[in-house]
């Protein structure tokens, strides 16, 4: 093999793929990168065996072949390399680079030994603006369970309908779901899916707004293609818990609040809360709501805040963090948030206007914590 390549062209291929590299392996070849040499370019590709990455890089391509080398060490020779071509060539097993007076010879293993990427035909796939697809991943892979007593829950359920797709995750007590019309026909049958956050993670990181993006499902793998860049991951198995049973459709207690003014008072409060529960009160009255900590080893807090509240008066628990966390994906200048009783699920949405209903639906819920005394 000989290609000869840019410098930021090779730096930024590795640097694609990289974050596919397993940090520990059993397997040394997996600590590795593949270089693949094409017509016209180079296919650089990385695996942990779950989720893999191929990126084609344009390159001259001198001699055909492939080897993979350390993805690292690589990629830390590439940031430091002056800015001039640099020449690729394999010596056995052994791969040699030259870019201007800059010399490295790198131990490698045989391309054939790199574990096969996942087949995926896109030809009867789905293709969705990548603007809507991250927009889905963002505002609701945080919400996934990191416990592994239910893988289910350690991913995030995608539903592709035509014309319409939604993702929803939950770790059990806070949910997040949000769905968006896609405008252009995606299938005809539903397809139910349920993806690891790491996945959607590369995806929202590789594909731009403005990418057009196929997806396409082989078995048990998932694939994204857009231009020049390729992830694929396994999809975890199982069936998801039906999540709309848990979302209240009766919550008759209604507040409408501004959103950093109620983060701001949150954050407060959690100074002084429980380190193990994070619990803070909130106490609703009209036109008024009062938060309350009291933790008896480190002290106590109290905060109030101007709101538009309908219902009767309530006082309710939750952790703090959990709803931090919700209020930083409310990208609105207001929330509304529901109620039905201190013990049942209180639901956040952002306010919309007019023309935002009709193209987004996003909710999330909280479980409330029981309150002491």
């Not at 730096?11 to 040394?28: E, F, M, Q, R, Y």
């Not at 403005?210 to 994204?224: P, Y």
């Not at 709803?323 to 409310?330: A, C, F, G, P, T």
Request: aromatic share 6%; net charge negative; glycine share 8%.
């Amino acid at each position: 093999m000989k290609y000869i390549i840019t410098r930021q062209n090779l730096h930024s291929g590795i640097a694609d793929v990289s974050a596919s590299i397993p940090t520990k392996t059993t397997l040394p070849v997996l600590s590795n990168i593949l270089l693949e040499g094409g017509q016209d370019g180079v296919w650089v590709s990385g695996t942990d065996l779950d989720v893999a990455i191929r990126v084609w890089v344009p390159a001259e391509v001198k001699e055909q072949g492939s080897l993979t080398v350390p993805g690292k060490k690589l990629q830390e020779i590439s940031r430091e390399l002056p800015d001039q071509p640099v020449e690729l060539s394999a010596t056995g097993d052994q791969l040699d680079i030259r870019c201007g007076k800059s010399h490295f010879k790198i131990n490698g293993i045989p391309g054939s030994e790199f574990p096969a990427l996942p087949e995926v035909d896109f030809e009867g796939g789905w293709k969705v603006r990548g603007g809507d697809l991250n927009d889905l991943i963002k505002h609701t892979s945080f919400a996934v369970s990191t416990e592994e007593s239910r893988p289910i829950l350690n991913g995030v359920l995608w539903e592709l309908r035509d014309g319409y797709m939604r993702m929803v995750a939950t770790n059990g007590h806070r949910l997040a779901r949000m769905g968006i019309s896609t405008g252009t026909p995606g299938t005809e049958s539903s397809v139910d899916l349920i993806v690891p956050p790491i996945a959607l993670q590369q995806v929202q990181k590789l594909f731009k707004d403005e990418d057009d993006i196929e997806v396409a499902q082989s078995g048990n793998h998932l694939g994204f293609r857009a231009k020049n860049t390729e992830v694929f991951t396994r999809l975890i198995d199982g069936s998801y818990p039906n999540y709309e049973q848990v979302i209240p459709k009766d919550n008759d207690k209604i507040a409408i609040v501004e959103k950093k003014e109620l983060a701001s008072s949150v954050r407060r409060m959690a100074v002084v809360a429980s380190d193990q529960t994070h619990r803070i009160k909130m106490a609703f009255e009209t036109d008024k709501v009062y938060l309350n900590v009291l933790t008896p080893d480190l002290g106590e807090g109290e905060d109030e805040l101007d709101l538009n509240y309908e219902g009767e008066g309530l006082e309710v628990g939750f952790n703090a963090a959990y709803l931090l966390e919700v209020l930083r994906y409310m990208d609105t200048k207001d929330v509304k948030l529901t109620f039905k009783a201190p013990e049942r699920a209180a639901t956040i949405e952002p306010v919309l206007t007019s023309s935002e209903e009709s193209q987004k639906d996003y909710l999330c819920l909280i479980m409330p914590l029981r309150l002491l005394g």
